[in-house]
């Protein structure tokens, strides 16, 4: 065996319940050549792809390609290969794969295909090809059955683990397997099952970590050690564009078990480490946590602001509110005649939404593992974007692919922050550096003074209704901090991360203006949850809430109105289904009770979302005593077309619910003097229990459409549908997030 394929056999199957393995190398789907077995010592496992090997007792090792951060790709992905494999599921172990690249001639070939967490993506992209390879494989092992009894392949059948003859015989996988593995696919490709015959897709499954989570056994790449390494932590600068003045680390390296201080200099890493640029900062590295945290707090530092020292949240809030009397920086969309349109209606309504800057807060801080020496790097990793982390490596390194490995653990949150992989560029420089293994520890207050965050923006809006409420003008202007800047995208680009220029109500009012402004601020931007569908959604379904009330309409009827007929829409991610939106907003408002009159007290409100090809709606009923905000009732309805794990759409509704109701309710990050004001939890509230829904009660719409990812889908309309319940339950119209300062003055 060749020390690459054992080196690319290692990576694959490394780790897999302790079993050493015997197994073939990675071949594409329909490899011509045959395939080449690899005999390591110890247990007997015959791997029949890149993603399925099976143990002769019929054990079934199937990979999962994605980082999980808690999206439950590692139970979904895994299932979509064991149903077309026709896999007993009790006899199924998952195994988080590790980044699949090889060198080829100098450039990375990829090996398992995407593997990324964001954007709602996994799922629609697995859903054709993972489906592929469960059916090659189930191919090759009932082919291999077919041999071994002397009968046509296609009289045979398969089910949980066993190959079935027409009279009565059956052969367990692990009986077939190594056969199996000598059989080559067809040319032609493999029929994929057709959805009468799922018996795993579609059908609830506990998370695969669940027990390892809830018993505090699941390893995550914050856990993991090398023995003789360095722990490292950074004192950063704590303005987004600053320098260093002055350093005296004597004190520092007193402290026992400190063993190197070592600057980092941004303009030495600058074009090497992605879009986002290192803080400058000073690294201790000790033998242990408490010594290295120790080192830093005895540092004495000064730093110098070298633009924004002055910055605040303040004075940015009175930039938008100067640009938005201007001409935009850009005109994303101009249907029709807004002006005219807006002077002729017989109703205008005007308002509009602050959003402010927000954490991400993952449960996990930044860190990362990191192994370098002049022939190899190896990398622990929470890192939601592999194939961003392994091009840092490699520009910094200069490695070829092959020499790189990065594995990914399970991840203790995302939520978009982990895109951006600055925390891996600080550990492969300090492991550079310093000739060991390095494990770099982000502390909470790291991770809140120096994130990504959600942009700051400013929504205006304006709109005109005809006699009978129809809405005929509509107007959005929005100002606000692009997450592109500074990325390297060019200044005409800048919108687009902050606007969608088909978001609602675009392509069903006939006068339609949406216009973007820039705000620049030094603060360090980037995706979070459903970027820009979060804000903008607030935005657009509280302000069909004011137009209902303004114009006496029933909020619901107003957004069938415009939703119905149903008709396909053109967007940038496929089609919208005005049909399908307008059936998850009926369900809500069905659900909730919408018509029927609520208690004393007590409002409802809903709103509804298109993103990532997905559908959501929520409805909530509330009331508000002397200052406090109840739940009484919660529900969310999606349309993400086929299910494959209702138990984990559930989940990620539920949690994106929460996690939007938390945000909206109480988060806010604040710049004073050029620096973040919030440190830690206690100045960045998460919201409690006790402060949110006993219960989110989630509806999934049948249907038969290709599914899609519900990663995020559960956060853009909560919080709108909060906003539009309190109104109803009290009379006032909260406008500007979070809301908990406002509900305090409330009766």
Not at 152 to 161: C, F, I, N, V
Not at 366 to 375: D, E, I, K, P
Not at 394 to 404: E, H, Q, V
Not at 726 to 738: Q, V, W, Y
Request: glycine share 8%.
């Amino acid at each position: 065996m060749s020390e690459m394929d054992r080196r690319r056999f290692l990576k694959v199957m490394l780790g897999a319940g302790g079993a050493l393995i015997v197994g073939i190398p990675l071949r594409a789907a329909h490899a011509a050549t045959p395939p080449v077995p690899l005999a390591l010592l110890g247990d007997n496992w015959t791997r029949l792809s890149a993603f399925v090997s099976i143990e002769p007792n019929g054990r079934t090792l199937i990979g999962a390609r994605a980082p999980d951060t808690g999206q439950g790709v590692r139970t979904a992905l895994p299932r979509i290969i064991a149903d077309e494999l026709d896999a007993d599921w009790t006899r199924v172990e998952v195994l988080a794969l590790p980044l699949g690249v090889e060198d080829d001639n100098g450039k990375p070939r990829w090996l398992y295909g995407p593997q990324h967490a964001g954007g709602s993506r996994n799922i629609p992209e697995a859903w054709q090809d993972l489906r592929s390879i469960g059916a090659a494989a189930r191919w090759l092992l009932r082919n291999a059955a077919a041999q071994r009894w002397n009968l046509p392949a296609d009289r045979l059948t398969t089910r949980a683990g066993w190959v079935l003859s027409p009279d009565g015989r059956r052969l367990d996988y692990g009986e077939l397997a190594a056969a199996a593995a000598q059989l080559q696919l067809p040319d032609a490709g493999v029929a994929l099952k057709s959805a009468s015959d799922y018996r795993l897709i579609g059908q609830p499954a506990r998370d695969v970590d669940a027990r390892a989570i809830v018993s505090g056994r699941q390893a995550y790449a914050f856990d993991q050690t090398w023995g003789d390494g360095y722990v490292a932590v950074i004192a950063r600068c704590p303005y987004a564009e600053g320098e260093l003045e002055h350093l005296d680390d004597s004190k520092a390296r007193a402290v026992a078990g400190v063993e190197k201080i070592i600057p980092i200099s941004v303009r030495e890493a600058a074009g090497l480490i992605g879009e986002v640029p290192l803080a400058p900062g000073i690294a201790v590295l000790a033998r242990d946590t408490w010594a290295a945290l120790k080192g830093r707090t005895q540092l004495a530092l000064r730093w110098r602001a070298r633009h924004g020292g002055d910055a605040s949240t303040d004075a940015l809030a009175q930039q938008a509110a100067t640009l938005l009397k201007g001409t935009p920086t850009t005109q994303v969309r101009n249907d029709g005649d807004f002006a005219k349109a807006f002077k002729a209606a017989a109703h205008r309504i005007k308002a509009e939404y602050h959003v402010p800057f927000v954490a991400h807060a993952t449960m996990e801080p930044m860190n990362c593992m990191a192994l370098v020496t002049s022939a190899r790097a190896h990398l622990i990793a929470p890192t939601q974007s592999p194939r961003r982390a392994f091009e840092i490596v490699r520009k910094l390194t200069r490695l070829d692919a092959g020499s790189i490995l990065i594995e990914m653990p399970r991840i203790g949150g995302g939520y978009g922050r982990r895109l951006d992989d600055d925390y891996i560029a600080e550990a492969v420089l300090l492991a550079q550096a310093a000739g060991k293994p390095i494990k770099l520890l982000w502390m909470r207050e790291d991770d809140m003074t120096h994130d990504v965050y959600r942009p700051f923006g400013v929504h205006r809006l304006a709109a005109g209704t005809d006699r009978k409420g129809r809405i005929a003008a509509w107007q959005h202007h929005l100002a606000s901090t692009s997450r592109l800047w500074h990325r390297g995208v060019p200044s005409d680009q800048l919108w687009t991360s902050e606007m969608q220029p088909d978001a609602l109500p675009a392509g069903l009012v006939p006068n339609l203006q949406l216009g973007w402004y820039a705000l620049d601020f030094p603060l360090w931007r980037g995706a979070w949850r459903a970027p820009s569908h979060d804000s903008n959604t607030f935005a657009i379904e509280s302000f069909l809430d004011e137009i209902a009330h303004a114009t006496h309409q029933d909020p619901l009827k107003l957004r069938l109105a415009l939703l119905q007929p149903a008709r396909p829409l053109p967007v940038q991610d496929g089609t919208f289904d005005s049909g399908r939106l307008a059936a998850v907003l009926k369900q809500a408002a069905d659900s909730i009770g919408w018509g029927q009159r609520p208690p004393a007290g007590h409002g409802r409100g809903l709103a509804c979302a298109y993103s990532a090809g997905g559908y959501c709606a929520h409805a909530f009923e509330v009331s508000v005593q002397s200052g406090k905000l109840h739940f009484h009732r919660a529900v969310a309805v999606v349309d993400v077309g086929r299910v494959v794990n209702p138990l984990g759409l559930d989940a990620q509704i539920m949690g994106g619910t929460l996690d939007a109701l938390s945000t909206a309710l109480k988060l806010e990050i604040t710049v004073k003097d050029g620096q973040v004001q919030q440190q830690n939890f206690p100045e960045y509230p998460i919201a409690r229990m006790r402060e949110l829904p006993r219960a989110v009660e989630v509806i999934s719409i049948a249907s038969t459409a290709a599914p899609v990812g519900a990663e995020d889908l559960g956060v853009p309309s909560a919080a709108p549908a909060l906003a539009n319940a309190i109104f109803a339950a009290t009379g006032k119209r909260l406008r500007h997030m979070p809301f908990a300062a406002q509900l305090a003055h409330m009766d």
